[in-house]
């Protein structure tokens, strides 16, 4: 089993800025890819933004491009998401995904408990 810890959600203001870690421990095997969902009252889930093993070309939802970067440190097995300019409307809980890959090649999506994020105007 993967086990995924989330940390850096908490309360801010409008336009501050916070930092979510993701950090993945147990039988690690192959990660292809790591990214944040988050989850607002009333709303639908939305992928934010994800990052493949190599780090290369991220994807941003367009409530987030300009304003959030991911990246990650593969050494260590976690994944950031430094998010500026908050506004109210990024208030959700954040949730960690991974993309594992088994020896065999099994594929499975593991998921953090999710982070609270909340925005004040």
């Known amino acids: 089993q993967v086990q995924l810890v989330e940390s850096g959600g908490g309360l801010v203001q409008a336009g501050g800025s916070l930092r979510l870690s993701c950090a993945a421990s147990?039988?690690?095997?192959?990660?292809?890819?790591m990214g944040w969902v988050r989850q607002a009252p009333g709303k639908q889930r939305e992928r934010v933004a994800s990052i493949s093993s190599s780090g290369g070309s991220p994807y941003y939802a367009n409530s987030a491009k300009g304003r959030f970067t991911i990246s990650r440190d593969n050494a260590a097995n976690t994944v950031y998401l430094q998010m500026n300019d908050l506004q109210p409307d990024d208030t959700a809980i954040y949730y960690c995904?991974?993309?594992?890959?088994?020896?065999?090649?099994?594929?499975?999506?593991?998921w953090g408990p999710g982070t609270q994020v909340t925005v004040s105007s």
């Open positions: 995904n991974l993309q594992h890959a088994s020896s065999s090649g099994t594929p499975n999506d593991f």
């Open positions: 147990g039988r690690i095997f192959s990660i292809n890819g």
